[in-house]
């Protein structure tokens, strides 16, 4: 197996007694236009019954009567097909309702997209083997369960790990969108319900008439799926696309060029989800440039896709890359409330700032974002990142749901009232429609999707909390299991108890104690280099010296960013004793020999994790070699492979990162490891015979940029 179907395989498992009993004989799918949803949920049940108990089921798409069905459509289409007796739930938009119980099958969706979900629903039930009678209504958390792609126009994708784009090549939409169908079918089945194709570092040839035409082929695709498209604008595109001299979003001249271009879009793909913008932040253009707020640069899009029902996901990653340190006050992670909070209340009814979980950018660890407690009177999404731009890259395992978990169910205190991220984002706490989550996923034409196939869980897991983010990450994770890997128990066991340990130990040989991650921060993200940390723009700074270490960002006596928290919380990380361990020198500044709660030191502790986090990786790579001939072949050496690389970079990781601290502190470890290799010697202090030296490109990847062939 390649991995192209992910974990809609519908594997073939055995027929059991009740299998037998409780397969229904036909379906009948209540709407039979092809391109429709519901057309598509009537294949799929077909198709998934046949993968999986080899049994022809025919679809019919009129009368609901028949015996033993499965009857698949919205409420509305079952009213008229079937009449009015049965009572039925009240749904929310995109919400279903599914029974299992009596002789039919009830699937039926508020609308089409609904009936599909549930249809989804009911296969991965079926593909696990589950026969259980059930009877439920389903319903979002939240309106926007959005993806955004970082895919480029020439085809490469900006933090790609699995291949070039399945949208873009050449400059334009690819032809062949076989690919595109295949990862629409994926998003759909977890719920996902748009889908932003072009990078946020955008180019403005997104919106080129033949580009467009390629949108309108894209949207085509996904929308059977009941998937819209949206895209991300490049700010200047008036003037640099456009001819005009200007992109002042308050100048008349570039408002119509929007218009006009909103227009020619909605032409194109009349059901557009809507734009995204990531304007004044990293190099690209945005408002700062004429002096207009960011409420400006997004009510001008919001009203020009307004009449078209279109939304505005304008993002809060706005900050100077250009801070240094030489200040003591300067914080990057104060940025996004200071742009942003003084504005709340401004923006259009239909523009929801897209927020970073923390204030950083997608750290192993990181506090929830405060600006999610700062705008009462604006729409919200939380951003996560399917793609392990930061945790690995995908060439190690590490399951993210535990992190997003933690940062959906925190209690934010705002008014002193319970206030989880998951409540802000849904629109509940402050009362808003709109809201929701994206997250980036950088699929590619690699037949894993993302570069292995482990990381798919986080893509599944992704959907599974943007729909319900109750859901607990262990459960989520069983089902990708068993979907993905068949029903072995030792199987399910042994990838639970790997994936449920990889963010834990990536943390530990990663950066710990809030530090972050300690990789490359300028401009790979990719294994261990804390020296380039500190003293750059990107402001992941850690203010290591040779006593001390950890960002001080409290009010007192730091960068002031704990202020930007309710006061509950402000209090508690004001303080170092209250302050969860785990953030500790993300809000303090401390001696390495200052004690924590275990008694141990700062230092100590970090060698000590970073022990401890290396070991457990070390210890997946075994776990994964008791399931061999349990799993087939080719994915069981892909998934080998990069289990095995992960166990060695683990220990790349502790020990640069320990010598590193060792180096710079003076402080032995205890244990007598770090520092201590008698084994261990240098490539650059090793004579040369028969080797030649070359420059490697990247230069990060072999020490001082030489390797040797
Ligand atoms: C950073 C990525 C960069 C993205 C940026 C963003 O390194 O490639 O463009 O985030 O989110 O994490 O805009």
């Not at 593909?127 to 009877?135: H, I, K, L």
């Not at 295949?182 to 033949?210: D, G, H, Q």
């Not at 750059?536 to 270490?549: E, F, L, P, S, Y």
């Not at 004793?577 to 785990?582: C, G």
Request: hydrophobic share 35%; glycine share 8%.
């Amino acid at each position: 197996e390649d991995g192209l179907k992910g974990w809609l395989r519908y594997a073939p498992l055995p027929c059991s007694k009740q299998c037998r009993s409780s397969l229904p004989s036909s379906i009948v799918s209540l709407n039979s236009t092809n391109a429709s949803p519901v057309f598509v949920a009537g294949t799929e049940l077909q198709n998934g019954i046949q993968g999986i108990y080899e049994r022809d089921v025919p679809i019919s798409h009129v009368k609901c009567n028949a015996a033993s069905s499965i009857v698949v459509g919205t409420v509305d289409q079952y009213r008229r097909a079937c009449g009015t007796k049965s009572s039925l739930p009240e749904l929310e938009e995109d919400g279903f309702w599914l029974s299992t119980k009596g002789k039919n099958v009830q699937i039926l969706g508020q609308n089409e997209r609904g009936a599909l979900y549930g249809a989804f629903e009911y296969l991965s039930m079926l593909a696990q083997g589950n026969f259980s009678e059930v009877a439920y209504a389903s319903n979002p958390s939240a309106p926007i369960r959005w993806v955004n792609q970082w895919d480029n126009m020439d085809g490469s994708i900006e933090r790609g790990y699995g291949g070039p784009s399945i949208f873009f090549k050449n400059g334009q939409i690819v032809q062949n969108l076989t690919r595109v169908a295949e990862y629409a079918r994926l998003l759909a089945s977890v719920k996902i319900n748009a889908v932003v194709i072009n990078n946020v570092n955008a180019n403005a040839t997104i919106l080129s008439p033949t580009n467009l035409d390629g949108v309108a082929r894209v949207a085509d695709v996904f929308r059977p799926y009941g998937i819209q498209v949206g895209l991300s604008l490049n700010f200047a595109s008036p003037q640099t696309f456009g001819g005009l001299s200007t992109f002042d979003p308050l100048d008349e001249s570039v408002i119509q060029w929007w218009s006009n271009i909103t227009a020619q879009v909605y032409k194109h793909v009349p059901d557009m989800a809507g734009y995204l913008v990531k304007a004044d932040s990293e190099g690209q253009p945005g408002p700062q440039v004429y002096n207009r707020t960011l409420s400006d640069a997004a009510n001008l899009f919001a009203k020009e896709v307004q009449p078209y029902g279109g939304i505005v996901m304008y993002r809060a990653f706005v900050y100077d890359h250009h801070l240094n340190e030489t200040n003591w006050r300067d914080d990057r992670a104060n940025a996004a409330v200071e742009f942003f909070k003084h504005l709340d209340g401004e923006f259009e009814d239909n523009v929801v700032i897209q927020i970073k979980y923390g204030p950083i950018d997608f750290q192993v660890r990181e506090p929830v974002s405060p600006l999610f407690a700062n705008l009462y009177n604006t729409s919200m999404a939380i951003e996560l990142q399917v793609t392990q731009e930061y945790l690995g890259q995908q060439s190690h395992l590490v399951y993210v749901a535990p992190l997003w978990k933690e940062i959906l169910d925190f209690d934010l205190r705002v008014d002193h009232k319970p206030s989880l991220v998951s409540d802000i984002v849904a629109g509940k706490r402050f009362k808003r429609k709109l809201g929701g989550s994206a997250a980036v996923v950088n699929v590619g034409t690699n037949t894993t999707w993302l570069g292995s196939h482990m990381s798919m869980s986080n893509l599944y897991a992704y959907g599974r909390l943007a729909w319900n983010p109750a859901d607990e990450p262990q459960d989520i994770l069983q089902d990708w299991i068993r979907l993905t890997f068949g029903l072995d128990r030792k199987v399910l066991d042994t990838l639970t108890c790997i994936s449920m340990d990889s963010w834990p130990a990536y943390e530990q040989y990663s950066g710990n104690l809030g530090i972050q991650t300690l990789t490359d921060i300028i401009y790979t993200h990719y294994g261990p280099s804390p020296a380039s940390q500190d003293n750059n723009g990107w402001g992941q700074w850690t203010r290591a010296d040779h006593t001390t270490i950890g960002m001080d960002r409290t009010v007192s006596n730091g960068t002031r960013y704990s202020g930007q928290y309710p006061d509950e919380l402000a209090a508690m990380y004001e303080n170092i004793e209250s302050t969860p361990e785990e953030l500790l020198l993300w809000f303090h500044h401390v001696n390495y020999t200052h004690r924590l709660t275990s008694g141990k030191t700062v230092i100590q502790h970090f060698y000590d994790s970073h022990y401890t986090g290396a070991e457990t990786a070390q210890g997946f790579l075994e776990k994964w070699e008791s399931l061999e001939g349990k799993i087939d072949t080719e994915r069981y050496n892909h998934v080998r492979r990069f289990l095995d690389y992960q166990a060695g970079h683990s220990i790349v990781w502790r020990d640069a990162i320990n010598n590193f601290y060792f180096n710079m502190s003076g402080i032995p470890d205890d244990a007598k490891r770090v520092g201590h290799h008698p084994w261990r010697i240098e490539a650059e202090s090793m004579k040369l015979d028969g080797y030649k030296t070359y420059d490697v490109n990247p230069f990060e990847t072999a020490s001082g940029a030489v390797a040797i062939v």
